[in-house]
Structure formats: structure tokens, C-alpha cells
């Protein structure tokens, strides 16, 4: 089956910096988009944070553009987010999102990792 595990969250002082990956596993036959989303403690909904399409198409919320960066290895069918110049407000749960076409489903179907925490503190 599809998998999404994400790694690379922890805790940063303002001003830091991370990075976070995500690796997409199982019989994948193509990821359209990928993606990162945060939910703030206590918040609802997640939040798209940024997106990258198979062409290298990229968007990103007004609050983390100059500051987060987003890419991907399609031949690792990984995701990455750059993560400068943090902000206490980035603090979260970071998702791993992707649409994946593979073997086991018909179309294209919404998959998500468990999240990975990013703190920041000032």
C-alpha cells in the first residue's frame, strides 16, 4: 500500500532554520502534486503551507513565501521543505500530502502522512 512518512521536524529557536522530507512508498506509478500543510495547536483546519506539481510548478501561503522553500526528487518520489528565518507562528504539525497514481487504486487518490511537530520558540 501507499505510504507517507515524513521526518526532519523538531525544535528551533526564531530565526532557525529546518527541513523536512517526506518519502512517498509503494507501487507508485506517478505523484501529480505534493505538498505541505501545517495545523497550529489547537486549530483547525490544516492549512496548505506549499505545493509542487510533477513539472515543478510551486505555490506557497503569502505567510511563508521568501522563507520556505519547496521541491522534490521525482526519482526518489520525495518531497522537501526548506523551512529559514522561523517564526514562533510556524509552529505546528506538518503534513505530507500527495496525490498518487498507483497500482492498487483507479485515478488519482489524496494520500497524507501522520505529521511531523515543528516548534519554534522566541
Known amino acids: 500500500q501507499v505510504q507517507l512518512v515524513e521526518s526532519g521536524g523538531g525544535v528551533v529557536q526564531v530565526g532557525g532554520s529546518l527541513r523536512l522530507s517526506c518519502v512517498v512508498s509503494?507501487?507508485?506509478?506517478?505523484?501529480?502534486?505534493m505538498a505541505w500543510y501545517s495545523q497550529a495547536p489547537g486549530k483547525q483546519p490544516r492549512e496548505l503551507v506549499a505545493?509542487?506539481?510533477?513539472?515543478?510548478?510551486?505555490n506557497y501561503a503569502d505567510s511563508v513565501k521568501g522563507r520556505f522553500t519547496i521541491s522534490r526528487d521525482n526519482a526518489k518520489n520525495t518531497v522537501y521543505l526548506q523551512m529559514n528565518s522561523l517564526e514562533p507562528e510556524d509552529t505546528g504539525l506538518y503534513y505530507c500530502y500527495a496525490d498518487v497514481m498507483n497500482v492498487y487504486d483507479i485515478g488519482i487518490r489524496a494520500y497524507w502522512g501522520r505529521g511531523t511537530q515543528v516548534t519554534v520558540f522566541s
Open positions: 509503494g507501487r507508485i506509478l506517478s505523484l501529480p502534486k
Open positions: 505545493a509542487v506539481t510533477s513539472a515543478g510548478d510551486t
